[in-house]
């Protein structure tokens, strides 16, 4: 095992050249990033759960019960052991063939069986309010950890002159508010890891499993090997869009169509700046230039650039729909189907419930990277967020 961790952190690979594992060890004068800082993540990942359970429970829904947002899910499927057993063991979604042998089965006309089947997709959609408390903590921890990261850097030399980031590496010091930073945002991407798999389903759930395991790499990756300016600049970058588009949709479950609206349109506006204009050329331009002018080539400078690049690429589909869904309200007056991440698996474009004609309805009714991410996303991304 030890050499196995040997080859793997070759510094050769990880650091530039001239540049030893030796060079980013804690002296008594200075701190620097060290590997093991990161196992804090894991019961701070814990943790930040825990407390999520708890803020959803004592805090979003008496919010969301005092805003009149709809406590009760779906309408229920009538009973039917034989349809429960086709829908369960065979298809949700049976084809005219299989409809019409339940309907000689069943005595059942075909339309009554159509019914049934979309009640019961229907019936595994969470409810508005379970999807309101969600989003109202995101919302909140967005909020927090973006207005951190501002107040943060706006005391650092490396926000408004990205070379900063490399000058005098590696005997950068690790100040306590970048670490506290770093930890807490790595301890949230990796709760959302484990927690998406009992979140609401969305229809891009292998897209933002993606991004969250790109994210938490290159937050990794950069943190052992001290390349943490540039990291704290990507972290706050995209965390700015999810704020609104939580924000969105929380007004969206509340029924206040104008604020949705409004706060659809500036989401839209944010994350496309930041994630088509300022991502490229603030972040990827120090990354692909600037840290080569500075340190030379390296093999994990390439690591990070390809990761960098794959969030790109995800911003890119994500704008896309974002774009696409702002063009169709526009356009049309109304949106048949939000496009975006953030719809859960388990919607149904049978649904014959009246549509509202303005951007009301391309809010996601749910991201990062969110984003995200847009997580955490969308994000957000586009939300997930989600970043």
Known sequence: MAGILAWFWNERFWLPHNVTWADLQSTEEAAFPQAEDLYLAFPLAFCIFMIRLLFERFIAKPCALGLKVQA???????????????????????????????????????????RWFRQRRNQEKP??????????WRFTFYLYIFTYGVRFLKKTPWLWNTRQCWNGYPYQPLMPDLHYYYIVELSFYWSLMFSQFIDIKRKDFGIMFTHHIVTVTLITFSYVTNLTRVGTLTLCLHDAADVVLEAAKMANYCKCQKLSDLLFLTFAIVFIVSRLGIYPLWILNTTLFELYEALGNFPALWVFNILL??????????????????????SKGKVAKDDRSDIESSSDEEETVPRSKTLHSTVSTNGTGGANGTNGYLTSGTCSEEH
């Open 309 to 330: 690049v794959i969030l790109q690429i995800l911003h890119c589909f994500w704008s896309y729909l974002i774009i696409k869904a702002a063009y169709k309200a526009i």
């Open 72 to 114: 009760n899910g779906p309408q229920k499927a009538q009973p039917n052991a034989i349809l429960e057993k086709v829908f369960t063991a065979i298809t949700k979604h049976p084809d005219e063939k299989r409809l019409e042998g339940l309907s000689k089965q069943l005595d059942w006309d075909v339309r009554s069986i159509q």
């Open 127 to 136: 409810s508005t309010l379970t999807k309101f408390c969600e989003s109202m």
